[in-house]
C-alpha cells in the first residue's frame, strides 16, 4: 500500500466585512438578523457565529469539554442541500473538523476541548419539522429566513436555551451569554413578518444588521452587482429587495404601472404643503377606506403628500381622521376639491351613503371616473410625462403603501397557472390607495373625446 499523505494545514482565513463584524460582536440580542443582498456572505457569516463563536460561549461539561447543538434550517431538503450544508461544510471540511452523517443530516464537530452538533433541516419534510419541534438546543440559524413561516421561528424559540443542561454543567446557568437565534435572509416586502419584528415594532432583543452591496466586495467580481442590475432591470421587485438590498413588495401577478420608478417618482426628501389647491382623492367604499391629499405646484408638478390606508373603520371615523390631519397641515381658508368613487354616492340599508356621511363634516365629493382603463391611463401619463426635466408627479417617501402598490403590490392576477392575467387588478392592500389617487387623475388630465358625429360642419357654397 503506499504510504498515507501527511494531512496539510488548514489555511482558514475569514474577513468579515464592516456589519457583519458588528454582527458577530453582538452576544446580547436574543435574535439577530444578517439582512443584504446578493452575494454579501450571510450564510458563511452565520455558520461562522455558531461554530467559532457562538459554540465557545457555554461553560463546560464536568468532563472538561465544551458542548452546544443548533439546528440550521432551510425551507426546502433541495436548498439545504445544495447551498446552505454545502457552505458550512466548505468552510469547515470534515477532514478537519469532523464527522457529517449523510442519513440524518448531521454534522458532529470534534475539537481539542469542544464539540459541536449541527442539526440540519428542511421544512418541506413533515417528519422534519415534527423533529425540530422536539429538539434541545443551544440555538439555531435559520437560513433564508424570509421564505419561513413565522409559526416555525416563534415555536422553536421554545427550544433555544435548553442545552447544555444544568445537569451536565452542574451549574444553574449553563452559559456565558445570552443563546442566540441567527436569521440570516435577502430583503423581504414590508408585509413580511421580518419588517413588522424588527423594524416597525421591534422586539426587545431583536436587533438587526443591514448590509450594502460593499459588505463583501472584496471577494466579488468587479462587475457583479453591474451585471445583476441589467439582469433584473424589468422586475424591479426583485432588483430592489435581491440586488440592491431594501425591503420592498412581493408582486402576485403583473406589475400595473410598469413606468414607475423609485428613484424618478418618489422625492428625496419630504414634501411641503403649500398655499395652493388641496386635491383629495378617495376610495370611500366598504370598510377599507383611502385618501391622498395631493396639490399641484406652480409648475403643474402633482405632489402626492399623503396617504390615508384604514382598515376595519367606517367612513365617519376615517374622514374626520383625514379633516384633522389637514386641518392642521394647511393654512386656514385653502380651498379643498375632492374626488371619490361614484360608487360611494349609492345609499345604504339605513337610506344614506358614504358621501352623506362625509358631507356631515363638511367634505362635499364630486364623481371620479369608474371606467378603470381611462383611470391607470390617466396616471400612467403623468409618470411618462417629465417637463422640463421634472417628473410629473412626485409622491412623499412616507407614502409607503401608495409606493409599494406602484413597485408591484397593485397588480393583475393571474388566471391559474395559466399565463393569462385579468384584466383589472386584485383587491388588496394596495388596490385602495391607488384607487383613491386613480379619481382625481381623472380630473386633473382626462378629455373627453370629440363626438364627430356633434360636429356641425360648415357650409360650403359651390360656384
Not at 443582498?37 to 450571510?42: A, V, Y
Not at 481539542?112 to 419534510?125: P, Q, S
Request: proline fraction near 6%.
Amino acid at each position: 500500500m503506499p504510504p498515507t499523505a501527511a494531512l496539510q494545514p488548514l489555511d482558514l482565513i475569514y474577513t468579515a466585512g464592516p456589519v457583519t463584524k458588528r454582527f458577530h460582536e453582538d452576544v446580547v440580542s436574543r435574535v439577530k438578523l444578517l439582512i443584504g443582498p446578493f452575494g454579501t456572505g450571510k450564510t458563511t457569516a452565520a455558520g461562522w457565529d455558531l461554530i467559532m463563536l457562538a459554540s465557545q460561549r457555554v461553560k463546560k461539561s464536568k468532563d472538561g469539554v465544551r458542548r452546544s447543538r443548533f439546528a440550521v434550517i432551510r425551507n426546502t431538503w433541495p436548498q439545504l442541500r445544495d447551498t446552505t450544508i454545502k457552505t458550512y461544510t466548505n468552510w469547515f471540511p470534515e477532514l478537519y473538523f469532523g464527522k457529517y452523517t449523510v442519513t440524518d443530516h448531521k454534522y458532529l464537530i470534534r475539537q481539542k476541548g469542544w464539540e459541536v452538533e449541527l442539526i440540519f433541516k428542511a421544512l418541506d419534510e413533515p417528519e422534519s419539522v415534527r423533529d425540530l419541534l422536539s429538539l434541545e438546543l443551544t440555538g439555531a440559524h435559520f437560513d433564508e429566513v424570509r421564505e419561513i413561516d413565522e409559526t416555525i421561528f416563534t415555536h422553536l424559540m421554545g427550544r433555544t436555551k435548553r442545552y447544555p443542561s444544568k445537569k451536565e454543567t452542574g451549574d444553574e446557568n449553563s452559559f456565558l451569554t445570552t443563546p442566540q437565534v441567527v436569521l440570516t435572509t435577502n430583503y423581504p416586502s414590508t408585509q413580511h413578518w421580518l419588517y413588522k419584528k424588527f423594524v416597525e415594532t421591534p422586539l426587545d432583543g431583536y436587533t438587526i444588521y443591514e448590509q450594502t452591496q460593499a459588505e463583501n466586495s472584496h471577494n466579488l467580481h468587479p462587475d457583479y452587482y453591474t451585471d445583476l442590475e441589467r439582469d433584473f432591470a424589468d422586475r424591479p421587485d426583485m432588483l430592489r429587495t435581491l440586488v440592491r438590498g431594501q425591503w420592498g413588495v412581493t408582486v402576485m401577478g403583473r406589475q400595473v404601472y410598469t413606468e414607475f420608478r423609485r428613484e424618478t417618482h418618489v422625492s428625496k426628501k419630504p414634501l411641503k404643503p403649500m398655499r395652493t389647491t388641496v386635491i383629495r382623492g378617495w376610495d370611500n367604499t366598504g370598510l377599507s377606506p383611502a385618501c391622498v391629499i395631493t396639490q399641484l405646484s406652480p409648475t403643474g408638478q402633482w405632489l402626492i403628500l399623503k396617504e390615508f390606508c384604514g382598515e376595519d373603520v367606517g367612513i365617519l371615523d376615517f374622514t374626520e381622521m383625514v379633516v384633522s390631519w389637514c386641518n392642521q397641515a394647511f393654512h386656514q381658508g385653502v380651498f379643498y376639491k375632492d374626488y371619490c368613487d361614484p360608487a360611494g354616492k349609492a345609499r345604504q340599508s339605513n337610506l344614506k351613503s358614504p358621501a352623506d356621511y362625509m358631507k356631515q363634516l363638511g367634505i362635499m365629493v364630486a364623481d371620479g371616473i369608474q371606467d378603470f382603463k381611462i383611470r391607470r391611463e390617466m396616471v400612467a401619463k403623468r409618470l411618462t410625462y417629465n417637463p422640463n426635466g421634472e417628473p410629473a408627479i412626485l409622491v412623499d417617501p412616507s407614502c409607503t403603501t401608495l409606493i409599494d402598490g406602484f413597485e408591484g403590490g397593485y397588480a393583475y392576477p393571474q388566471i391559474g397557472s395559466s399565463g393569462v392575467y385579468k384584466p383589472e387588478p386584485a383587491k388588496n392592500r394596495y388596490s385602495h390607495i391607488h384607487d383613491a389617487l386613480q379619481y382625481p387623475a381623472t380630473k386633473l388630465l382626462w378629455t373627453p373625446p370629440v363626438d364627430q358625429t356633434r360636429l356641425k360642419l360648415p357650409s360650403i357654397g359651390i360656384v
